[in-house]
T-cell receptor, first 114, second 109 residues
Framework: NAGVMQNPRHLVRRRGQEARLRCSPMKGHSHVYWYRQLPEEGLKFMVYLQKENIIDESGMPKERFSAEFPKEGPSILRIQQVVRGDSAAYFC????????????FGPGTRLTVL | DAKTTQPNSMESNEEEPVHLPCNHSTISGTDYIHWYRQLPSQGPEYVIHGLTSNVNNRMASLAIAEDRKSSTLILHRATLRDAAVYYCIVSNTGNQFYFGTGTSLTVIP
């Protein structure tokens, strides 16, 4: 049973470019969460999605960041016009039932903005 | 969600038990206590969670104080593979896990 998959594992972008991060949840999971981790810090919640719906985006920056979880295919975290401060590890987690159900994390995508 | 306080770092000898403390003095009655750990360059891994009663699973035990204002994660026999950052999280919705900076556990061979 495959775990949460994220790709790419490493992504390098120049300032002003777009970054697309993909997350395939565990089989049967319809709840997806995105977190960001800056160096030497803990993970910070960004957004919680359930198939085709954004449930909670209170941790998402208001500009340049967006997330989706379409009916078919992976969840996408999109960062437009990246800046150096966006350099971080981005983790995706999925759960079967949401709420207090266990969140299973992927290996993360490490974004470097030059 | 309630904030948590953990020591920045701890050390343990291999094969010995480890007790990782967490204070959550503002916990509410419906908040669950979750523990995750993060190995270097990996995503967080679920360890255990509980509400009021002590909990055991194959990875660890969770001891919850009677007033629920603190808890302790117990690794019964530390191995080198247990070296990680351990996060104590208190949440009643599960939507927003606040990870904090956790406790960095070093296991000495």
């Amino acid at each position: 049973n495959a775990g949460v998959m994220q790709n790419p594992r490493h992504l390098v972008r120049r300032r002003g470019q777009e970054a697309r991060l993909r997350c395939s949840p565990m089989k049967g999971h319809s709840h997806v969460y995105w977190y960001r981790q800056l160096p030497e810090e803990g993970l910070k919640f960004m957004v919680y999605l359930q198939k085709e719906n954004i449930i909670d985006e209170s941790g998402m920056p208001k500009e340049r960041f967006s997330a989706e979880f379409p009916k078919e295919g992976p969840s996408i975290l999109r960062i437009q016009q990246v800046v150096r401060g966006d350099s971080a590890a981005y983790f995706c987690a999925s759960s079967l039932a949401g709420g207090l159900d266990t969140q299973y994390f992927g290996p993360g995508t490490r974004l470097t903005v030059l | 969600d309630a904030k948590t306080t953990q020591p920045n770092s701890m050390e343990s000898n291999e094969e010995e038990p480890v007790h990782l403390p967490c204070n959550h003095s503002t916990i509410s009655g419906t908040d669950y206590i979750h523990w995750y750990r993060q190995l270097p360059s990996q995503g967080p891994e679920y360890v255990i969670h509980g509400l009021t009663s002590n909990v055991n699973n194959r990875m660890a035990s969770l001891a919850i104080a009677e007033d629920r204002k603190s808890s302790t994660l117990i690794l019964h026999r530390a191995t080198l593979r247990d070296a990680a950052v351990y996060y104590c999280i208190v949440s009643n919705t599960g939507n927003q896990f606040y990870f904090g900076t956790g406790t960095s556990l070093t296991v000495i061979p």
